[in-house]
Antibody
Framework: QVQLQESGPGLVTSSQTLSLTCAVS??????????WSWIRQPAGKGLEWIGRFYSRGSANLTPSLKSRVTISGDTSKNQFSLKLSSVTAADTAVYYCARMRDYSTSRYMDVWGKGTTVTVSS | QSVLTQPPSVSAAPGQKVTISCSGSSSNIGNNHVSWYQQLPGTAPKLLIYDNDKRPSGIPDRFSGSKSGTAATLAITGLQTGDEADYHCGTWDSSLGAEVFGGGTKLTVL
């Protein structure tokens, strides 16, 4: 059974770079059947998809964050990472990683990590 | 402001049926499949419905999904107190080249 686990600093200083890692167990990020996504959720608000990594292609990023986000994968460690630069208080949220199925017009996230809370302080 | 529109909250009594709507446009729901996620308090979202109306293994048939044009609906029958959660719809937006979500709907079982 595939499991995902987020890790990284819970506190980031404003204007710095937020860095998170998602470790994948029970499956390989090199599998061509899946993409590997990052999603965030500010307290009391809805979900926001940040972007995704695909081992056989480049990352896809949501337009509103594209200039500040890098998503990459390390197949040797079976993990993928998120870097978000120039953070502000608006980036304070619970960050989730998830496995994404993608074929034709069907896309959905079928396995999620438990999430990690990141607070941006001034 | 979310790309997809959901009601902020819905409520119904135990045993009753409730529906949650999700409205979009031709660039997202109109041309892509919709998924639904259940988020119990303090936990990560969980896939509830995919491809508009399919249930993953282990999801009871009390949960069903449908789609018509640029709108999707999640229906829950035989409501239980354990169904109290936030429900999120999601789909791909072909114009944005990104997954988009609704703002989430909080279900209260009275």
């Amino acid at each position: 059974q595939v499991q995902l686990q987020e890790s990284g600093p819970g506190l980031v200083t404003s204007s710095q770079t937020l860095s998170l890692t998602c470790a994948v167990s029970g499956g390989s990020i090199s599998s061509g059947s899946y993409y590997w996504s990052w999603i965030r959720q500010p307290a009391g608000k809805g979900l926001e998809w940040i972007g995704r990594f695909y081992s056989r292609g480049s990352a896809n990023l949501t337009p509103s964050l594209k200039s500040r986000v890098t998503i990459s994968g390390d197949t040797s460690k079976n993990q993928f990472s998120l870097k978000l630069s120039s953070v502000t208080a608006a980036d304070t949220a619970v960050y989730y990683c998830a496995r994404m199925r993608d074929y034709s017009t069907s896309r959905y996230m079928d396995v999620w990590g438990k999430g990690t809370t990141v607070t941006v302080s001034s | 402001q979310s790309v997809l529109t959901q009601p902020p909250s819905v409520s119904a009594a135990p045993g009753q049926k409730v529906t949650i709507s999700c409205s979009g446009s031709s660039s997202n729901i109109g041309n892509n499949h919709v998924s639904w996620y259940q988020q119990l308090p303090g936990t990560a979202p969980k896939l509830l419905i995919y491809d508009n109306d399919k249930r993953p293994s282990g999801i009871p048939d009390r949960f069903s999904g449908s789609k018509s044009g640029t709108a999707a609906t999640l229906a829950i029958t035989g409501l239980q107190t354990g169904d109290e959660a936030d429900y999120h719809c999601g789909t791909w937006d072909s114009s944005l080249g990104a997954e988009v979500f609704g703002g989430g709907t909080k279900l209260t079982v009275l």
